[in-house]
T-cell receptor
Framework: EAGVTQFPSHSVIEKGQTVTLRCDPISGHDNLYWYRRVMGKEIKFLLHFVKESKQDESGMPNNRFLAERTGGTYSTLKVQPAELEDSGVYFC?????????????FGSGTRLTVV | GQSLEQPSEVTAVEGAIVQINCTYQTSGFYGLSWYQQHDGGAPTFLSYNALDGLEETGRFSSFLSRSDSYGYLLLQELQMKDSASYFCAVEADSWGKLQFGAGTQVVVTP
């Protein structure tokens, strides 16, 4: 079974530019989550999709961040315009409700650097 | 506010036993999970406790006491490959919304 795939693995952009991160969850997983780890700090929740619907987006830092999950498959997270404080590692995770407590499968993350 | 506390680093020799404690202060509680992360890799699920007691999975065990808002991860028969960061995470507000601790760096020496 393929795992959670994220790309790009690394992205370096200038302040003010736009970046789009993509996550392909495990096939059949209805739940998809985005998390972020800013340098030296905890991994923090951003939002949760159930299929194509946003279940909880309470962790989204501001309106420069836009997440979508068209058709309930892959998801994108767009940052526009990027700021220096957006630098960090963005993780995606997916799960099936019926497989608890097997946990959530995380991708390897996208390391975003804003210069 | 809500918080999770775990030690920043633990060093031990191969074959030893390491216990990583996690205390949490959250408004709600569904369960406590543990994840392992090697440098540059994906956090990998290790164990989950929703009820008080000990869960054992091979060389790793996890314990929870909900009345004490406390849990620990026990790593036995340490191997070099166990050198990694270990995170405790609580589902406090809803299923799937994990709140992570800052992580414990485990260093295994020969």
């Amino acid at each position: 079974e393929a795992g959670v795939t994220q790309f790009p693995s690394h992205s370096v952009i200038e302040k003010g530019q736009t970046v789009t991160l993509r996550c392909d969850p495990i096939s059949g997983h209805d739940n998809l989550y985005w998390y972020r780890r800013v340098m030296g700090k905890e991994i923090k929740f951003l939002l949760h999709f159930v299929k194509e619907s946003k279940q909880d987006e309470s962790g989204m830092p501001n309106n420069r961040f836009l997440a979508e999950r068209t058709g309930g498959t892959y998801s994108t997270l767009k940052v526009q315009p990027a700021e220096l404080e957006d630098s960090g590692v963005y993780f995606c995770a997916s799960s099936q409700e019926t497989t608890r407590p097997s946990g959530y499968t995380f991708g390897s993350g996208t390391r975003l650097t804003v210069v | 506010g809500q918080s999770l506390e775990q030690p920043s680093e633990v060093t031990a020799v191969e074959g030893a036993i390491v216990q990583i404690n996690c205390t949490y202060q959250t408004s709600g509680f569904y369960g406590l999970s543990w994840y392992q992360q090697h440098d540059g890799g994906a956090p990998t699920f290790l164990s989950y406790n929703a009820l008080d007691g000990l869960e054992e999975t091979g060389r790793f065990s996890s314990f929870l006491s909900r009345s004490d808002s406390y849990g620990y991860l026990l790593l036995q028969e340490l191997q070099m490959k166990d050198s990694a960061s270990y995170f405790c995470a609580v589902e406090a507000d809803s299923w799937g919304k994990l709140q992570f601790g800052a992580g414990t760096q485990v260093v295994v020496t020969p």
